[in-house]
């Protein structure tokens, strides 16, 4: 492959080169776009899914007791994903309801995930983001960057499972551990 070339689809695309033949931010770029999602996926990982209708007690337990600190969520009603949980959120909805005369804190336990999105979420409800494994690692990050998101489920288009979840510490991780093999 010819310097400054990135293979996609069968297309060559020239990178602006430096007066010494290499680009600042070019072979970050052609790294990237030469890279899978699919590829950034380790072998062995843990991933927790949670249904809409599971209640948020037994969400947190389960995000805290498997050590992951977000989870995708599947609506059985849409058949689809349709966001994700993370610790924040429950940080954000404990500290919305703390000083609600409305919700006891102990009610809250008893809740489900659809009801807190419902009415958390009802005011700033953004489909969910995510990403096929066949796509470039500089799509997905692109898209974190455009979508000012932390996490972006990597989800295969055909089964519809949810494979891996795709953070910038992923991704800086695979950048180091790999950009010098480049």
């Not at 969400?59 to 059985?76: E, H, I, Y």
């Not at 703390?98 to 008893?110: D, F, G, P, T």
């Not at 489909?127 to 998101?149: E, Y």
Request: contains cysteine.
């Amino acid at each position: 492959m010819e310097a400054g070339a990135v293979p996609e689809s069968g297309l060559d695309k020239k990178l602006p080169l430096s007066e010494d033949g290499d680009s600042n931010n070019g072979i970050y770029t052609c790294f990237m776009k030469s890279h899978r999602c699919y590829d950034l996926i380790p072998t062995s990982s843990k991933l927790v899914v949670f249904d809409t209708s599971l209640q948020v007690k037994k969400a947190f337990f389960a995000l805290v007791t498997n050590g992951v600190r977000a989870a995708p969520l599947w609506d059985s009603k849409k058949q689809s994903f349709v966001g994700m949980l993370t610790i924040t959120d429950f940080i954000n909805i404990l500290h919305r309801y703390y000083k609600s005369a409305l919700v006891q804190i102990y009610e809250l336990e008893e809740h489900k995930i659809e009801t807190w999105r419902e009415v958390y979420l009802q005011d700033s409800f953004k489909p969910l983001v995510c990403i096929s494994p066949n796509a470039s690692l500089f799509d997905a990050v692109t898209s974190l960057i455009q979508n000012k998101i932390h996490r972006l489920p990597v989800i295969d288009p055909e089964s519809g499972n949810t494979l891996y979840i795709l953070t910038h510490k992923r991704i800086l991780k695979f950048l180091k551990l790999f950009i010098a093999e480049f």
